[in-house]
């Protein structure tokens, strides 16, 4: 099958498409009605744009030039150098009136570190004097309690003394009475031993003479 001619690219659109015809007679008398169409939406297009060209042509008498712009320019600067003698003027006022406040809240601020200073002094002279009061009753109290205390420790060295020299009598006459006892006992032992001695000196030393004198015979 042949696919048939388009005449047109803009005939088909979406918006105003229209079935053509497969004969070129159809085509014709379809882009001829299309153009009819087109040419009434230009005129439409051509005279708004002439109204809005009317308006930007009245709006433009009002539009600055580069003249206006630099005469705007130089006024913007005189008063922005006004504004700026102005604010230095009013800077130096709020200067000096800032020194001065700042002056008189240090003159009031010294006064009143002095009354702080002299109310503190005085607090702490009565706080002194208080204390030094409480110090010496706190020495008396430890004075009395200390002596109370060394009362108490002398009486008790003395009762501790008095059982101690008691003890010491006690242990000394047992030990009296130990010694004496241990005394007896080696004299006892020491007579028992002289009395061993002289036994053994009496029998022994005849024997010994005896033996002696049978060695001294058996050998002439």
């Known amino acids: 099958m042949n696919a048939p001619k388009i005449i047109s690219v803009h005939g088909c659109r979406a918006k105003n498409y229209v079935a053509c015809e497969h004969t070129p007679q159809g085509a014709r008398d379809y882009f001829l009605q299309n153009l009819g169409l087109r040419v009434g939406k230009l005129e439409v297009d051509v005279a708004d744009i002439r109204v809005n060209l009317a308006t930007l042509t009245a709006r433009a008498e009002q539009f600055a030039t580069k003249s206006d712009v630099a005469d705007l320019r130089v006024e913007l600067r005189s008063e922005m150098g006004e504004w700026r003698e102005g604010l230095r003027s009013e800077m130096g006022e709020w200067r000096e009136g800032l020194r001065s406040e700042m002056g008189e809240w240090r003159e009031e601020l010294r006064s009143e570190m002095g009354e702080w200073r002299e109310g503190l002094r005085s607090e702490m002279g009565e706080l002194r004097e208080e204390l030094r009061g409480e110090m010496g009753s706190l020495r008396e109290e430890l004075r009395g309690e200390m002596g109370s205390l060394r009362e108490e420790l002398r009486g008790e060295m003395g009762s501790l003394r008095e059982d ?57």
């Open 164 to 220: 101690l020299h008691g003890d010491m009598v006690e242990l000394r006459a047992e030990l009296r009475c130990d010694i004496n006892g241990f005394r007896g006992e080696f004299a006892s032992m020491l007579h028992k031993a002289m009395h061993k001695q002289t036994v053994l000196v009496l029998t022994v030393v005849p024997a010994s003479l005896a033996i002696i004198a049978g060695v001294s015979a058996w050998f002439n």
